[in-house]
């Protein structure tokens, strides 16, 4: 037993599987209690949902339909929901981090979530405890929508501003076609201005994300305590391999441009 203990401490790449596994496990078995508990509650069609809890007061159809939404999206049964449920604690929902159903009701609903923004992201996903919070959230929005139709093509025009990613992308294409003309024409110093064009708001890019990231950790930390990291340890698992992952391309990146810039090897 000690061989094996000591084993497993000198191998990292073992002691990451047996963790990736054991939150894995973890999730697995959060995910199929939540699924057994609504299962033993009475089920309701669409039809009938809505009108047994939200007929009258206006969110009926936006409850069917964020029910729908909301079940695609957790991979899960939701005849047994009521609208007091409580999208974490009792739905395992994850609504602090769950970006991908945002994104899903932005495409089901034709609703903009704001979800690139991080503070209004934030501010949005602490105010949503229950299944009727959700689903008045998604009215909201939805009666937002519905007052500012008449200025759809100023609100058109706001939108089309360029956000960070788009300055990557455009960055991205203008570098590599500098870089095919470097080519044709056969001028070094044009490919490294190319190159650069391309990779450098990439390597800004990615800080940025990384600064964001530790700074909502950080808050996080402040206000929930270290116990925080360890309520969902799959999350920060992937986490912590997307921010090495990022911060190694980083690297990678400044290497190559200080390379061409200043002959390094």
């Given at each position: 037993?000690?061989?094996?203990f000591?084993?497993l ?49 206006g ?36 609504i ?30 602490s ?15 939805l ?41 044709i ?29 530790l ?48 002959g390094?090897?």
């Amino acid at each position: 037993m000690l061989r094996f203990f000591y084993s497993l401490m000198s191998s990292p790449a073992l002691l990451i599987a047996i963790v990736v596994v054991a939150s894995l496990a973890i999730g697995t078995m959060r995910h199929w209690l939540t699924a057994a508990r609504l299962r033993d509650r009475q089920q309701f069609a669409d039809e009938e949902f809505g009108k047994a809890f939200f007929a009258g007061d206006g969110r009926e159809s936006a409850a069917v339909r964020t029910r729908r939404v909301l079940a695609e999206n957790l991979e899960t049964d939701l005849g047994g929901i009521r609208p007091d449920d409580k999208l974490d604690d009792d739905l395992n929902a994850q609504i602090s981090t769950n970006v991908n159903l945002f994104w899903q009701l932005e495409e089901e609903f034709r609703i903009d979530c704001q979800v690139e923004d991080l503070d209004v992201f934030e501010k949005t996903t602490s105010q949503l405890v229950t299944f009727s919070d959700l689903v008045s959230y998604v009215q909201r929005k939805l009666d937002e929508r519905s007052s500012t139709r008449d200025d759809s093509r100023a609100t058109v025009s706001g939108d089309s501003r360029l956000d960070w990613l788009d300055v990557i992308g455009y960055s991205w294409f203008t570098g590599i076609a500098v870089c095919v003309a470097s080519s044709i024409f056969d001028v070094d110093w044009l490919m490294t201005v190319g190159l650069t064009v391309a990779f450098l708001p990439i390597i800004i890019g990615i800080a940025r994300e990384v600064f964001q990231a530790l700074s909502e950790m950080t808050r996080n930390i402040r206000t929930n305590g270290f116990g925080v990291l360890l309520r969902e340890p799959l999350s920060l698992v992937i986490w912590l391999a997307v921010f090495i992952s990022f911060l190694l391309i980083a690297i990678w990146f400044s290497r190559v441009l200080f390379s061409l810039y200043f002959g390094g090897e």
